[in-house]
């Protein structure tokens, strides 16, 4: 009973902070909804608005999209919205990865091959877009061929890329607040540091799982 307590607090606590997490994302979108071209990020990124037709467009319609996967994308490992009503799982799953697969993802390969911070930043940035469209792919292929432990074990690989939106934002307050460093360096660092450490995590999560099968 006491564990059962200690695990719905700790439950809670991360939801809590997934919760902020999004809240905080929501706000940070909402900056953009005048379409400016010179709202927040957008403001270093005058050369590519200049340069490339493409990239304002192709900029908006990633963060318009992706913000909708987090939120999406947690929903899908509740077991009671799972068990009691299937196909609002369903629904909102299909929701999560026509998000990614059609706009998110691909939009986010081609921001990420002009990704601040030189080619460490665009090949960290290009290896996560790739590794989100993969992995989301995956889980709807192994859906549809009744594979329901894979799928799971690919939705979590692919959840946990898409709180890279998260975790890379938290690891640069962090990285500016401890050690200022240059500008260019914190985004060398947190491409890669945005996204690989929630791999990892996924992986021991998937581990875990599938060794109490």
Known sequence: MFKKAQFSILQGFWLLIFAYSCVLMAEITLRYRGFSLDANFLMIKQTEI??????????????CTAIFALPAGFTQFNTYLL????????????????AILLFAAPSGLLIGSVANGGLTSMIAFELLGLGWFYFTWMAVRLASHRKFDKHRDFMIRSFALTCSALTLRFWKLALVYLFQPNPMDVYQIIAWLGWIPNLLLAECIIYQKNQKL
Request: glycine fraction near 4%; charge should be positive; hydrophobic fraction near 40%.
């Open 50 to 63: 200049e340069d490339l037709w493409w990239y304002r467009y192709v900029f908006y319609v990633h963060v």
């Open 83 to 98: 068990n009691k009503y299937p196909r609002v799982h369903r629904s909102i799953g299909y929701l999560y990865v026509f």
